[in-house]
């Protein structure tokens, strides 16, 4: 996680549904942000993530967290963390490569 995504562990519910640089996540937008860092709260705490995969459904979205079963369902208010353009190809082409070693 860079510096520059840091700031949204410390926000409130309020404060990143109103964050510009923040998109939510629903079943019909969610294929647009795959290999992004996401935020979400769990346990009072804001975490930050990386979007690795998303199920067929769209519903449930695959990270690395233990924690949670690896797994996250849609209706949790989900926020991807919008990048430049250049971050984003890297970002999907880094998840797709993931995605194709899975299937292997």
Same mark, same amino acid.
Request: include cysteine; charge should be positive.
């Given at each position: 996680m860079n510096? +520059?995504?840091? /700031?949204y $562990?410390?926000? !409130? !519910?309020n404060?990143?549904?109103n964050?510009?640089?923040l #998109? *939510? =996540?629903?079943?019909n937008? #969610?294929n647009?942000y =795959?290999?992004?860092? @996401? #935020?979400?709260?769990? *346990?009072?705490?804001n975490?930050i993530?990386r $979007?690795n995969r @998303? !199920?067929?459904?769209? +519903?449930? $979205?695959?990270? %690395?967290?233990? %924690?949670?079963?690896n797994n996250?369902?849609?209706g +949790? *208010? @989900?926020?991807?963390i /919008?990048?430049t &353009? @250049? &971050?984003a190809?890297n970002?999907l082409?880094?998840?797709n490569?993931?995605w194709?070693?899975?299937?292997?």
């Amino acid at each position: 996680m860079n510096d +520059r995504n840091q /700031k949204y $562990l410390n926000m !409130s !519910s309020n404060e990143l549904m109103n964050c510009h640089s923040l #998109v *939510r =996540l629903t079943p019909n937008n #969610v294929n647009n942000y =795959l290999g992004f860092n @996401i #935020v979400f709260n769990t *346990r009072g705490k804001n975490i930050i993530k990386r $979007l690795n995969r @998303i !199920s067929e459904t769209s +519903r449930t $979205l695959y990270i %690395d967290h233990p %924690d949670l079963g690896n797994n996250l369902e849609i209706g +949790r *208010r @989900i926020y991807a963390i /919008k990048n430049t &353009e @250049i &971050e984003a190809k890297n970002a999907l082409s880094k998840a797709n490569k993931k995605w194709w070693e899975f299937w292997k």
